[in-house]
Every structure is written in C-alpha cells, then in structure tokens.
C-alpha cells in the first residue's frame, strides 16, 4: 500500500503538519502570572480542535513508518529521517508558550490558516482514503471530521469583513497582512483576496467590495487573462449591488432590511427591472416574507434594528435627539461606529450626542457611611474608585473593583459552559441564534460568591434578585450589535425587569471591544477589574430606551465579560442607589 506514497507527497503531508503544530500551544496554558487571557473559551475551542488534528496526524504518520517496512531501504530510513525531524519541530512547537492565542489574536491568523488548510487537505484526503485499507480508511475518516470546512473559512472571513467596515480598515492594508501595524503570518494570496472581495459582495457592501477588487487587481504581475476575466466578473458584481441597492431603497421605507446575500436571489434581479415600482399587495406580502428569511441569513446586520425592536422616544422630546422613524436605525448605526472607532484613535465629532452625559472621578464607599466595620474589612478593595459616565440614564464605571484570581475563575468556570449566543428575536417570537451577536456565552449557575459580593456592595441592590452570572467571550470579530437588556412590557419575567446591568471586564482587549451607547453618543473602552453599571428603567419600571448598547467587535486580542442583571422584584427598597443625585 505504502509504495504509493512518494517521499514528496509525504514530505509535503509533514510540512504540512509541522504548520499545523506550529499553531499548538501545549494543553494547559495558563501561566504563572495569572494572565489568563489566551485560554478564553472560543480561542480554546479552536486549539484543541487544532491539538486533535495534529495529534490524529501524528499518528498516521506514525503508522505510516510502521508500513514502510521492507521497502526500499534507502528510501525507508529518508522517511523515518523526516518523520523524526517533523515530531521534534512538533514538540518544540507545542513549547512555545503563548504562540496560538498570540497567533490567533490577530484577525487576518484564523482566515490564513483555515484558507491554508482548506487548499491543501483535499489533495491528501483523497489520497489517503484511496490508499488506505477499511481500519485506516474509518480512522481517516473520523479525522476529517474535525477538519476545517468551507463554512470556518467564510465564518473567519465574515469577521475581516465586519472589522473592515466597522473600523474602516483599508484593503490594500489588509491584504499585505496588516491591522494597525500589526502583521498577521503572511500576506493575504490573490485568491485570498478575492474570496474577501466576494464575502463583502455578498453583504452587498458596495465600498468594501470595490476597494478589495481594487487591491486584489494590485497583486497581478502584469495585465493577462484571468486578469481580464477578473474584471469583468468585478463590473458584473458591482451592477448587482447597485441595482440591489437601487431596488432596496425603492421597496422599503425604512433601512432596516439592508444587506443580503445577493447570489441566492435570482427574482431580486428580476424584480430590480421593475423600473415602475408597482406592486401589487400580493408582491408587497412576498416581499416582506422575502425580506425576513434573507435577514436571518444575514451574514452583517448593517442596520437590522435592535434586537428587541424597542423605539425611542417621540420626536419633540427637547433634551433627546429627534429622528424620524426612516433614518433613526441609520444615525444609530452610524453613532455606533464611529463610537467604536474613537478606542482607535480617530476623530470623532457628533450631533447625535446630548450634553448630559458627563464624566466625573470619585470614591465610592460602598453601602454609604452605615456600612459596618467587619464588611469593611472582607473588601479590601473598598473604597471603589468610581466614574460617572452619564446621569439619564445612569451609568457608572467602578475601577479595580476585582481580583485576578477571581478573574481567573470566572473565565476558567465559563469556559466549559460557553455555547452560542442566542437572542429574542421579535421577528419570529423565538428565542434563537442571530447574526447580531458573536462570540460566545455560558452562564455560571452554581454562582460565585466573591463576585456576587463584589456586585451588591458596589451597586447596593440584592444579590439575591438576579439571573445566573453569565460570561461572554468574544474572539476577533465578535461583537454585539445596539440592543437593549430589558425585556419590556410585553414579556416582563415573574420576577420582574432587567433593572440593572452590571458588567464585569475580565481581560483587556488589544484593540476595540469598546461598550458604547449610541443614543448618549458614549463609549467605555474595556478595562480589566473594572465593573460598568447602568440602570435599564425609568423610576416607573419601564424601560429607558437610551440604555441602548452594543459590544463593538474586537479588533485585536479577545475579550471576556461577566454580567450580572438584577431584576427589579426584591430591589424595591434598595433602589435609587447612593450614586444618585436624587435619592
Ligand atoms: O460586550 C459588551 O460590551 C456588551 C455586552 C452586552 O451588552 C450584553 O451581553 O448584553
Ligand atoms: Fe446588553
């Protein structure tokens, strides 16, 4: 059987793995200074993924010297030579502590790598299953199933894509392989480039397609072919954005239903010729329905609304921004991210602000003067360094409110827990996955105590009046778009609102992973130890609209947070905590 391997196949079957190994990190990474961000839950997710492949491969590759016995002797010790070399720059690769979470840290790593395998395993896959016997070939098989598919490449491109358009990275950038100077392995391929070109088409983000085109045209040699055939696959692409986003812009009032996936849709063509706009109310039923299957599928919700389709007050109201219903989700989205940019260092000048929010330094002691000694002395952190950030609605930051070690076990106790987020969507009624958020969540349902102390001596509400602490871990890309965390009339809980939120940073975040509050035009960059707490409703129990939020998408590094909701039954007495001006 063995004859059929070539010592250059299998020279490039063990290049292949020792790139593989090169992105290991041993299995327990969690080093002595109590840094645990590179072992957060998504990034674990992918290693031990990729330490289970490389492990398998080992093993084939081990099995393979087996077979060679009897062989050509020369030919048999070059490949024992060569396995032995690929194990030990295996082993010393696992060594290099930090390598993978640093590696994949970087938001162009994952779609390189993915990209990388993806091209090369089809070639060995066949082979080996053609070559193998039944043993092997069950073996192989149960292997590729841990192998990356086409869906982890468009997932890991998805997430260029929305960094690209949400902080405005250049292409030509991207495709030599930088972010904000920073460079990923290599620079990106011509082909690269243009399934990133194609994943920004199929967002219909017409500026992103066109500067990716453009810098893909940048990395042909000379004028050719494929060249040619390049561009006139780009002109067709660019006039199926245009006349979609012509369409789009004649069928809806409001922007709400932007992007889609623009290849599945053949009868959007046709309905694009429709230069009249007549529909009939049939047609206008259609495409409602049309609309909302689209925005499930939707890869980037440019401007899909909030989450809980909340709206904001009535326009006339003198201190908050009056936006008519058709461009209010827009200017949101526009605020957005451009408070998401401001962590980045670029400019950032809006009308969209109301000059109540504030920023003010001072301690806090917690429970006010009546605390008692002995509470004193179990908090040793207290009194809390405390920054107003606005006062309607209230939201304050509490610095170096936790522990490293406690930090720690939150991330670690999260870990296993961490599934994918799921919201409410008022489309369908349903509590399920959404393109509005990635990363993510698991909840700590046993609880915590330390934290839980922590959270009723800085908030002064009870404790025992919350949901299970949850964690979110957001990798490169993961974000949360404008929503907000109360559930509102209609769906209030027995045990009452989100009366507050209290949202822990467990790690500090390279770039972006800001938490901005579009409305307030206000945007609180993550800082380890550090807590945020706002309150959801009015005085009355409804919901404050202006809570709107979102977790901007992390740009460089990872990003894990703990929050705790308290519900509004049980805090009767407790709330207007000491913080406010009118308690
Ligand atoms: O990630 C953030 O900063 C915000 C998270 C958030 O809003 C939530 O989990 O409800
Ligand atoms: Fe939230």
Not at 51 to 65: P, R, V
Not at 206 to 213: I, M, T
Not at 416 to 439: C, D, I, M, N, Y
Request: proline share 4%.
């Amino acid at each position: 059987v063995d004859s059929h391997v070539s010592n250059s196949e299998l020279m490039h079957l063990l290049n292949l793995q020792t790139r593989i190994a090169e992105r290991i990190l041993k299995e327990d990474d969690e080093d002595e200074t109590g840094d645990v961000q590179i072992s957060l839950g998504t990034i674990r997710h992918q290693r031990q993924r990729v330490h289970q492949i490389c492990k398998q491969f080992l093993d084939l590759l081990g099995s393979y010297s087996e077979q060679t016995n009897g062989s050509n002797k020369k030919e048999q010790k070059e490949r024992e030579r060569m396995i032995e070399e690929s194990q030990s720059n295996s082993i010393r690769t696992r060594g290099w502590l930090g390598l993978f979470s640093n590696y994949i840290s970087h938001p162009l790593n994952l779609f390189l790598m993915f990209s990388h395998w993806l091209e090369s395993f089809p070639v060995w896959r066949d082979y080996l299953i053609s070559s193998s016997n039944q043993t092997r070939r069950d073996e192989i098989t149960e292997m590729l199933e841990l192998f990356p598919t086409k869906s982890d490449l468009d997932h890991f491109a998805l997430a260029v894509i929305r960094l690209q358009h949400m902080y405005d990275l250049d292409a030509a950038e991207l495709a030599s392989g930088r972010v904000q100077n920073i460079s990923a392995s290599r620079p990106l391929t011509k082909e690269e480039c243009f399934f990133l070109a194609d994943t920004a088409f199929q967002s219909a983000l017409k500026s992103q397609f066109v500067d990716w085109y453009q810098s893909c045209e940048a990395l042909f040699v000379s004028f050719h072919v494929e060249q040619r055939a390049r561009r006139v696959d780009f002109e067709e692409k660019l006039e199926k954005i245009d006349s979609f986003l012509k369409s789009f812009s004649r069928t809806s009032t409001n922007l709400q239903r932007l992007p889609v996936k623009i290849e599945d849709k053949e009868d959007e063509e046709e309905r694009s010729d429709d230069v009249n706009g007549k529909r009939g109310p049939e047609e206008r039923e259609e495409d409602a329905s049309w609309a909302s299957v689209l925005r499930q599928k939707l890869p980037i919700n440019i401007v899909h609304g909030f989450a809980h389709h909340h709206e904001l007050p009535p326009s006339g109201d003198e201190v908050k921004p009056d936006w008519t219903n058709s461009d209010r989700t827009l200017k949101v989205f526009e605020a957005y991210k451009k408070l998401c940019q401001l962590r980045e260092g670029l400019e950032f000048e809006t009308s969209l602000v109301p000059s109540t929010s504030q920023e003010v330094c001072f301690f806090h002691h917690a429970n006010g003067e009546n605390r008692d000694t002995r509470q004193i002395r179990a908090s040793a952190i207290d009194p809390y360094k405390a920054e107003i950030h606005s006062t309607d609605p209230l939201i304050v930051s509490f610095h170096d409110v936790i522990s490293e070690r406690v930090m720690r076990e939150l991330i670690l106790s999260g870990e296993s827990r961490l599934e994918k987020p799921r919201s409410f969507s008022s489309l369908t009624g349903r509590v399920q996955e959404t393109a509005s958020r990635s990363g993510k969540v698991g909840f700590l349902t046993e609880g915590h105590s330390e934290i839980e102390q922590i959270a009723q001596a800085i908030t002064s509400l009870d404790i025992a009046h919350t949901e299970p602490i949850q964690i979110v871990s957001y990798g490169v890309g993961g974000h949360y778009e404008p929503h907000v965390d109360y559930f509102g009339e209609s769906l209030v809980p027995s045990d009452g609102d989100r009366l507050a939120t209290l949202l822990f940073y467990l790690n500090d975040v390279q770039g972006g992973g800001s938490t901005v509050f579009p409305t307030l035009g206000l945007a609180i960059p993550p800082r380890k130890g550090s807590a945020l707490l706002w309150y959801n409703l009015y005085k009355n129990g409804q919901g404050d609209p202006y809570t709107l939020h979102s977790g901007c998408p992390v740009l460089l590094g990872s990003k894990t947070i703990a929050n705790i909701w308290f519900r509004s039954h049980g805090q009767e007495f407790r709330r207007p905590c000491a913080l406010d001006p009118e308690a």
